[in-house]
């Protein structure tokens, strides 16, 4: 009986260890998990004190009053209802901040460049830097255009034409042109919705931008001067995007892809409003002052303009700055001709009071790239031009622009011969 007793003592002290080892371990556990930095760990207090703190936030929150659910909703109205403009003035200042830092990363390049001493090469080898470095793109300025110009850019390059309800029986002759050649690459902006709708009913690639009340009222109504300028304003995002652009008027019949026949060597190519080699690519003209005595002849440097209706622009620094400039003056002297200042601008040089536009420029040869001046006053009346045949030509010079359009499209296109002839060199 005895041994017996002691097996059930020993039994019974061996279960009170094992149940004092689970306790033991289970209070390990809790400690552990409450007290994860230790237990005489300041931070766990803290830590402690936290929770706690949470805690008691989410409980307040979940009692705040319906007054002041109701103040919190009038305020995100409030906020949702300047959230547009917010985003405007946030897009603006992103595209100054991108393009200071665009032009800050050039002049170090050219810094590296020129900042480097060069050896003179033989006579006749020696070529200076001409062709600037496209800017890097940014589809942040305007995504909705950037997948559009995805679909429509042949090697990131397009034609461009603007253009509202006033010159729509043109616009058609113009596209119908381009159609014709085999041109994919181009697009309409929309002035208005009409020309939209119009485009879209004839598979014409087009794009109306966001509403803009100081765009929308000129592209609406706005005369062919007053349509021409805001090509200036609107090119820039296409630059920003990286995209080289040839624009064009809607007065323009396309006989030959024009992207074969450019140099892409300059920050703009553009045609001339010149009619022969002297006034379209330079001559030195003398200006006689008898009065001067021996000094009587004064040589002075010539040329033609080019023209604002027909340019092929590169994305890079000196293009945005030039179209910067020109919608900048155009905007503050409302009275002036788009034409000649996207000349002044970019051909003017630097003086006191005045820094010209460092960019690189190209003419176009006159007789590829025609205006209509060149093709009634001359070509039209010489055997062997009248078998040219141009690029393009630019009715221009002539006020009756439809009706020369069509002449110009039966002479070249079907062959009519005499379908120029009606026509006066000038205006009647």
């Not at 090697?155 to 596209?175: G, T, Y």
Request: with cysteine; glycine share 6%; charged share 25%.
């Amino acid at each position: 009986m005895a041994v017996g007793r002691r097996d059930k003592a020993a039994s019974f002290r061996g279960s009170r260890i094992v149940v004092a080892i689970v306790i033991g371990v289970l209070l390990g556990c809790v400690i552990a998990f409450l007290f994860p930095y230790g237990l005489f760990n300041p931070a766990a207090s803290v830590q402690n004190r936290r929770i706690g703190k949470t805690n008691f936030q989410i409980g307040s929150s979940s009692c705040e009053s319906s007054e002041r659910s109701k103040m919190l909703k009038s305020e995100i109205v409030s906020l949702s209802e300047k959230n547009s403009e917010l985003k405007k003035q946030v897009r603006d200042l992103t595209e100054r901040l991108q393009l200071a830092e665009q032009g800050k990363d050039q002049a170090q390049k050219q810094f590296l460049v020129l900042g480097e001493q060069h050896k003179a090469g033989p006579f006749g080898t020696v070529k200076a830097l001409r062709t600037n470095p496209t800017v890097v793109p940014d589809d942040s300025v305007n995504p909705r255009l950037a997948k559009i110009l995805e679909k429509v850019a042949v090697r990131k390059e397009l034609i461009v034409a603007l253009a509202n309800s006033n010159v729509k029986e043109m616009l058609e002759v113009w596209f119908s042109s381009i159609k014709r050649v085999g041109i994919p690459n181009y697009l309409v902006i929309a002035l208005d919705d009409h020309i939209e709708e119009f485009c879209k009913s004839n598979d014409v690639p087009v794009y109306k931008r966001d509403p803009d009340a100081g765009v929308d009222a000129v592209g609406r109504s706005g005369g062919n001067h007053a349509v021409s300028g805001l090509k200036f304003r609107i090119l820039r995002e296409f630059l920003q995007l990286g995209y080289s652009v040839l624009l064009s008027d809607v007065d323009i019949i396309y006989l030959q892809n024009p992207f074969n026949h450019l140099y892409r060597d300059s920050d703009v190519e553009s045609m001339t409003d010149g009619h022969n080699n002297m006034t379209a690519y330079g001559y030195n003209d003398v200006f006689d002052e008898p009065a001067m005595g021996w000094a009587r002849y004064a040589h002075t440097m010539r040329i033609w303009v080019y023209n604002s209706g027909f340019f092929f622009i590169r994305p890079t620094i000196p293009s945005i700055e030039l179209l910067d400039r020109v919608a900048d003056r155009l905007a503050k002297q409302p009275n002036s001709w788009d034409q000649a200042v996207f000349n002044e601008e970019l051909f003017f040089p630097s003086h006191p009071g005045y820094e010209g536009l460092h960019a690189a420029k190209r003419t176009m040869d006159f007789y590829m790239f025609m205006n209509s001046k060149v093709l009634f006053k001359t070509v039209r009346k010489d055997a062997k031009l009248k078998k040219l045949k141009p690029v393009i030509v630019h009715v221009n010079y002539h006020p009756d622009k439809l009706r020369r359009m069509k002449a110009v499209v039966e002479f070249f296109v079907n062959g009519k011969q005499a379908a120029l002839d009606p026509y006066p060199d000038g205006s009647e």
